[in-house]
């Protein structure tokens, strides 16, 4: 009797353990931020998702304005993150299939930590 309690312990504490693991999301954070930021794309959350962008070319002319115009005229419709890959500590690309306009296509996206926060690298 005492044997099967035992037993039926470790059973409950194995599965607890299996579906705690099942719930972490064990991606890399830019992976994270890529989904984060279509995301806000897709649902038009336009001022959020601008917050997160790392314009990188010093004499882009992309405002919020500009950002908002370019959202509204290729509206996304859906998009599947393929993976990513480390370029350094700093650097990673996330490969997506991204749905404009009913086309999919493949996009990589450049995810850079500036000053301690994962951007998402605007040209």
């Not at 998009?79 to 370029?87: A, P, Q, T």
């Amino acid at each position: 009797m005492k044997l099967s309690k035992i037993g039926n312990l470790v059973v409950l504490c194995l599965i607890i353990v299996l579906f705690g693991v099942g719930l972490v999301d064990w991606r890399p954070q830019p992976v994270k931020i890529v989904n984060q930021y279509l995301t806000l794309i897709q649902k038009k959350d336009i001022e959020n998702a601008y917050q997160m962008l790392y314009i990188q070319n010093s004499n882009s002319k992309v405002d919020l304005e500009e950002f908002r115009k370019r959202v509204d005229t290729d509206p996304l419709i859906e998009y599947v993150i393929n993976g990513s890959s480390k370029i350094n500590e700093k650097t990673y690309d996330v490969s997506t299939n991204i749905n404009m306009d009913g086309w999919m296509t493949e996009h990589t996206f450049e995810v850079r930590k500036i000053e301690g926060n994962w951007k998402v690298v605007f040209d």
